[in-house]
């Protein structure tokens, strides 16, 4: 990553047109090609910015240009959409690079795996009189998260996630659609359990009599006991 405090003008060339005028900013080359532009304000959010594909070049200003004080352009053109963000730095402050390596990506608490884990411990949760069969049951399509078996000892296919989405609905249906074919675990009902039930996904379930279920992950990990709250 390339860090540069500058002194400089931005252009944004392209389907829309967008200026900042001349102040110090911080930029940022990523080693994708993307380019940010931040100001010191604003939090996280860049004033403007160039997603990759693109790619840089760094120009000699034109008379005009370097009559104006500008020392150098740098010009970022994306390759598909051949907009282009125009850099004129008039004074460049810092300038730096710095090898990251790969990132190992962000670790969230309460991840799918977290949950399906917690909710294989506390299967009773979704009913008194559940028991669990196995995690990760594999059918010709893929694994789902939990089977189970419900207090009349049927099996129940659970398909965790953590923002529950029309799409996975859809997985759980296909995963219903074939483990129903298998006399030996038909009929084989469905839950669909979530942290977060979008509207349009819970109607889709609901639909074809799959059931619901909102996750509460600290009451699953014991620091919340939503039975024990008064409100």
Known sequence: MRLVIARCSVDYEGRL??????????????????????????????????????????????????????????????????????????EILHDSAHELG???????????????????????TLGEGWTLVRREHMTAIGPVDILARDADRGHVAIEIKRRGEIDGVEQLTRYLELMNRDPAL????????????????????QDRGIRCVTLDYDALRGIDDAESRLF
């Not at 790969?102 to 009773?124: F, S």
């Not at 009902?189 to 979008?198: S, Y």
């Open 186 to 205: 038909r009929p084989v009902q469905g839950v669909f359990a979530a942290q977060e039930i979008k509207p349009q996904a819970r109607t889709l379930a």
């Open 102 to 124: 790969v990132d190992p990506g962000l670790v969230k608490e309460g991840v799918e795996a977290h949950l399906q884990a917690l909710l294989a411990e506390h299967i009773h």
């Open 17 to 90: 047109q967008a200026h900042l005028p001349l102040a110090t900013r911080l930029l940022l080359l990523k080693a994708d090609g993307s380019l940010l532009v931040h100001s010191d304000g604003g939090s996280y959010k860049p004033l403007n910015w160039m997603s990759p594909p693109c790619a840089l070049a760094e120009l000699s200003p034109d008379p005009e240009e370097a009559a104006d004080g500008v020392v150098q352009v740098w010009v970022v053109r994306h390759a598909k959409s051949g907009d282009a963000l125009r850099v004129r730095l008039h």
